[in-house]
């Protein structure tokens, strides 16, 4: 690997060859890394970094200052701000408490202080962030140290306020040494664009995929998801994608990954879809059943257990493995039309009592790994296998995973969940721009009419805009009662509640545009496009515990409603900000209650934006959704760079895209267009975005 200027690789005694950055599949996307301005220089010393190497393991010890926040640790769930925290960064489908357990755990923290760190390892971790407190040398002092021992209940727990020498231990199982890479800002937010582009830079969407997605009940056959799809289009709900769950196969639970009876001419589903204006995305896991075609092939390549009934786990870390897979898929799937995945199981279970279907940590596989390894890098390599099968078809695919881990940021797959809570979902979407990650918070049945709406707020706000409708008959807002829905009690509300969700979805397909934007800003500079705001106002104490609101892009600031309760208060972080849907302004440094109406989402736009929105299409390769109509905010000085890219082939890495910028001219009063760049059109061509002069 080249010398990166402000990434700086310490390595401690003898690292594991098993780890994330060993057996990673992109290159670091050097010509990007280049383009960034120069660091401070290290955060602290190297020779301030202690080890230890016991009989558990290997311990790494980091210095933290008092002032310092830190964040991140992958897809967690349960808390935000993890200064002071202990946390086993286990792989589990099931956090229960917060003590680390994710889907997608990842060894890598930031700090306020504008660095980053990622501890290469595949193991499961302990990170004690600040949370110990280090022996003093008092051999000088009396017995009972420097400070009188309080009886009275005003002194006895004075220790909490003690000052003392922080610092961040990470207690690594098994290991005799390990690599710790130290990532330069000077800021949190260039720190983490400095590890996104380390890992490979960003994955741009096709835009279909920024569209909305449709997941079927699993038992629909193919003529029910054909005629699903023409009645989301008869009831004009915009959507991209139908998804279809585990009963296209023969054999789910472990997967034959044939089609099933159900399915007798897939090709014509796929073109009946296509004609349509809709791809195709099959749900599938990779436990291979006996039944399947490619069992055989597998069983030298995969592990000594069995998973969901006689399932084999096929070891994703070997090149052979995905290579059958990758044939298999191909032939009887991609090449058919199936636009792409939803990787489940991937992750690990130890919390469903009645069906623990995973392969154990003591598990072995043919490359070397044991279960625990595995498990930390099983998505992470399946996810590999699949986005092959597109690279090598230069074909742009837009996919879902259960589990992913460190260097992630180039895979097109965003984090999927079984969980529902609505509120743990939204800090999910906050803390996985800590980690290179994409979530999404999927919208499934609902408790109320409310919380159906509260949620696909938050979802179409996020990087996908999923309804996964996989145990449900009807479309969620004709009965968002998952019993009801599936006796075909429809509600009898005259279209209300179906209107609202209409016009959420259409909201998505406003701000595609931006959106897309957003992700070319991931690809090129590293900028996640869903992130927390402590990320942007890094010295903001307010931003050190806010985890229910969220940027989008640079100009947009989100502050999700759950059902629980329709005000809420929101802080403004500096600078001036707009109401999306009022135009009213707020002062940032304030916190300000808001009671939400039903139909709103509370969005505000930074003051200087040049915002585009599409025009709503009820799929993305509408021609008419390439006409835009361009909001200014304020004095209109923040211009816009929208991308045109042919949205089929990864051409867009070797810079085959136009550039249009958006710009307001405040003396003539005028929006001002500049294209740049001349990809030919083709037939998906979205090389003619179109300013309709709507100027607000
Ligand atoms: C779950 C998954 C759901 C759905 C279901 C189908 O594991 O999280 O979204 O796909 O399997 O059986």
Known sequence: MQKISGITRLTFGTPETVTPVKLRHFQPAYDHLGKMAAADGPPFAPEKVTTRNNSRGFQVELPLDDDEQLFGLGLQFLSFNQTGKKKTLRVNSDPRVDLGDSHSPVPFYVSTKGYAVLIDTARYATFYLGALTKRRNRSNEGAAGDSEVGTAIETLYDCKEQAAERSVLVDIPTAEGVDVYIFEGPTMKEAIARYNLFSGGGCVPPRWGLGVWYRCKADYDQQGIVEMADRLRDEKMPCDVMGLEPGWQSQSYSCSFVWSDKFTKPAEMFSALSERGFKTNLWTHGFTHPASPIYKKLLPYSGEYEVFSQGLVPDFTMKETRDIFGEHF??????????????????????????????????????GLDGEQMHSLFGFNFQECINDIFRKRNQRTWCQTRNTHALAAPYPFVHTSDLYKHSDFIRGLVNSGFGGLLWCPEVRHAASAEDLVRRIQSVVLSPLALINAWYIQNPPWKQWDRHLNNDDKLLDDGGELENNCRKILELRMKLLPYIHSAFYDYHLNGIPPFRALVMDWPKDEETWQIDDQYMVGDRIMVAPVTAESSSREIYFPAGQWYDFWTGQKYDGGNKV????????????????????????????????????????????????????????????????????????????????????????????????????????
């Not at 009887?332 to 940590?361: M, R, T």
């Not at 949205?647 to 001002?672: C, P, R």
């Open 330 to 367: 191909d032939k009887e799937h991609v090449s058919c039309g199936a636009a792409g995945y939803k990787l489940d199981e991937c992750d690990n279970s130890d919390f469903i009592a009645a069906w623990p279907w995973s392969f154990p940590e003591a598990d072995s596989f043919p490359s």
């Open 593 to 696: 209650s808001f009671d939400v109406p039903l139909d709103r989402i509370p969005i505000f736009v930074k003051s200087g934006s040049v915002l585009p929105l599409a025009t709503v299409t009820q799929h993305t390769n509408d021609p008419e959704a390439f006409k835009l109509q361009v909001r200014v905010y304020g004095d209109g000085s923040l211009p816009i760079r929208l991308f045109e890219d042919d949205d089929a082939s990864m051409d867009y890495e070797n810079g085959s895209y136009n550039t249009l910028s958006l710009s307001w001219d405040s003396t003539k009063q005028d929006i001002v267009s500049e294209r740049q760049g001349n990809t030919p059109a083709n037939e998906y061509s979205v090389s003619g975005i179109e300013i309709v002069k709507e100027i607000s």
